[in-house]
């Protein structure tokens, strides 16, 4: 799922916030930012044309999903970061529900199930190295700040191709694919 631009703006805000705070942190470009419910790897045209089968029928039945983003955290975990995220909030269970219906359906088609929970969020940034960690998010976390994007309504789902570039990895929307109106 894109973002709105306005988002994008307060999330570089709080990444500037981090920054004072945290070390070992490979920011990610605020263009960058989204919500992925499924990642594919390498995918080819024929594989747009079966995932575009499965996305645009569930997208059609599927109303606007109103999220807010707030609360750092940390994957795996926050005594071991290596994913610095901003969670999510509001109609996570839908959002949830989707992701769950996207991959099943995928699967189906021959696409490889994801095996890890699904857990919604927008990474802000990585550790910068292969096996090096972001160093302080637990003293962060534990100081109690509030770190808030704001709320923002998803109308919709983009199927993105993403290049790695020495910079980071470059996204490219190919399809989107609307949510149903009202």
Known sequence: MDLPQELKER???IQARLRHHLEGVRWVRPEGIHITLKFFGNIFDNDIIRISEVVAPLAKETRAVALTGEGVGA???L???RVLWLGLHGDVERLVGLQGTIETKLEECGFRKETR??????TLGRA???KGMIIG???TVARGESYSAG???SEGLTLFRSDLTPQGAVYTALKYFPFAEG
């Not at 929970?117 to 927008?122: D, E, G, M, V």
């Open 137 to 139: 998010v637990s003293e």
């Open 151 to 153: 709320s923002f309504v």
């Open 117 to 122: 929970k699904f857990s919604p969020h927008l």
């Open 79 to 81: 005594e071991r970061p």
């Open 128 to 130: 910068k190295s292969s």
């Open 75 to 77: 994957f795996p975990r």
């Open 11 to 13: 999330l570089v805000a």
